[in-house]
Structure formats: structure tokens, C-alpha cells
């Protein structure tokens, strides 16, 4: 079974995600942080946002991997470092959309990832999983909300990292990439053909869960 979960920023892809593939004992696969992780070695390695060929380089090289940490939840590693807390840095976020946008390193993660989806059973989140990594999902869902809800979501995961931003800057931040990514030329974010799209602006997370895990259930008949 392949669940894919694309979404703008915010949205609660990883979230739901996460306790979809909890409930089955299925893989999660955080697509987001593998170009996270890729953007963040190319800034600690001097390599610039808009060098392709650099970046291509790196993001096919690099050892991008996942481990349970201690309370269950997924660590970021590259190579033997754990990498999860740096990858959500502001510095990583403002690069990560042109990072992601090249050829180059799209092709070596998608590839990574296919390779992922094709060992069984996983959930995926990200913003092409349904059109172009996994087109063939079993399940496809494109979670959206409104931009000042997403703001003030990420606003609250930060919070509770002792990081503060105010409602303002977060709703600019989050804007700025989901433009960024939407129009790119490859791949951009757009819900998949046949994806069901869910507005959680007014959703508790365990309603998100319920309806996605209902959608799935059918699917597992
Ligand atoms: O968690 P958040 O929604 O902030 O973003 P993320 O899933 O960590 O993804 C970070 C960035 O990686 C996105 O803004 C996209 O630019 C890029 N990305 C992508 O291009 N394709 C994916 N499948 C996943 C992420």
C-alpha cells in the first residue's frame, strides 16, 4: 500500500502522516526532510542555492537516512549525523525552495524515494508525491488549510523549541515558499489527478486522522 500526502506548509502532512503509518506499522517517509538535509549541507559547504550542478552532486552523494528516535519519532540523519533539530533552522527554510527546484536534485531524491516506496508499505508525504514520485499511489491526499491557520501552526512547533516568531514574519515565510513552490517549472506543488483534497483549517488533528484512515480502510478491501 503507497499513501501519498502532498500539501502546502503547515498543512499537517507530517503529522498525519505519521500516525497513519503508526497505525499500520508502515514506513513513514519524510520527502521534506531528505531536501532539507540536502539544502543544509549545501549551505554548511559553501555550495549556493542556485548551483545545480553543485547541488546535484550533493544531493546524490549524500547519505540521507531515517532512524526511530527515542519517544518513536523520526530522526534526520546525514550520514552518521543527526541532523533533525538543524534542518528546521529559518536558514534552511528560506533556502530549501530554490534547493529543491533544480533537475539535478530532484532526480536524486525521487529516485532515493522510489527506491523506498518500492521495498512495501509507506506513507509519503511531500508536494509531488501523487503526481510524479508515486503516480500509481493506492491512496492520494492533498491536505491544505488556510495560511494564517498554518502560520500559527509552525508558529507553535517553534514555540515549543524555544524558538519565537511572530504571526506576521511566519505568514510571509510560509507564503513566500508555497509560491515558490507552486510555480516552479518541475514539479510544482498541485494537487495529484484523483487526490481527495482535505481543508483542516477547522479539523483536530484526530478528525484529519479518521477521515484519511477511512479512506484507507477502503482501499485495504
Ligand atoms: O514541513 P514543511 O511543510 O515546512 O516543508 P517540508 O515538507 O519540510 O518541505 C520543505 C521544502 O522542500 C518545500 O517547501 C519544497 O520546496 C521542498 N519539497 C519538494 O520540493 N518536494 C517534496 N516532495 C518535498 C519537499
Same mark, same amino acid.
Given at each position: ?99 529543491? %527546484?533544480? !533537475? ?6 525521487? &529516485?532515493?524515494?522510489?527506491?523506498? +516506496? $518500492? /521495498? *512495501?508499505? @509507506? ?51 510560509? %507564503?513566500? !515558499? ?6 516552479? &517549472?518541475?514539479?510544482?506543488?498541485? +494537487? $495529484? /489527478? *484523483?487526490? @481527495? ?25
Amino acid at each position: 500500500m503507497i499513501v501519498a500526502i502532498d500539501g502546502p506548509a503547515g498543512a499537517g502532512k507530517s503529522t498525519i502522516s505519521r500516525l497513519i503509518a503508526g497505525r499500520h506499522d508502515w514506513t513513514y517517509l519524510d520527502t521534506g526532510a531528505m531536501y532539507r538535509a540536502v539544502t543544509l549541507l549545501a549551505l554548511e559547504q559553501g555550495i549556493a542555492p542556485a548551483d545545480g550542478e553543485e547541488l546535484g552532486l550533493l544531493a546524490r552523494n549524500a547519505e540521507i537516512g531515517f532512524q526511530p528516535g527515542p519517544d518513536g519519532s523520526p530522526q534526520v540523519f546525514a550520514g552518521c549525523r543527526d541532523v533533525t533539530e538543524e534542518i528546521r533552522g529559518r536558514d534552511v527554510s528560506a533556502c530549501v525552495s530554490e534547493v529543491s %527546484a533544480h !533537475r539535478s536534485v530532484r532526480e536524486a531524491l525521487v &529516485e532515493k524515494q522510489r527506491s523506498i +516506496a $518500492a /521495498a *512495501g508499505d @509507506v506513507v509519503m508525504d511531500g508536494r509531488d508525491i501523487g503526481t510524479v514520485v508515486c503516480p500509481g499511489a493506492d491512496v492520494k491526499i492533498f491536505l491544505t488549510a488556510a495560511n494564517r491557520e498554518r502560520a500559527r501552526r509552525r508558529r507553535l512547533e517553534l514555540a515549543q523549541k524555544g524558538v519565537e516568531v511572530s504571526q506576521e514574519q511566519m505568514e510571509r515565510d510560509i %507564503a513566500a !515558499r508555497d509560491d515558490y513552490d507552486s510555480r516552479r &517549472e518541475l514539479a510544482p506543488l498541485k +494537487a $495529484a /489527478a *484523483g487526490a @481527495v483534497i482535505i481543508d483542516t483549517t477547522n479539523m483536530t488533528i484526530e478528525q484529519v486522522v479518521d477521515r484519511v484512515s477511512g479512506i484507507v480502510e477502503k482501499q485495504l478491501k
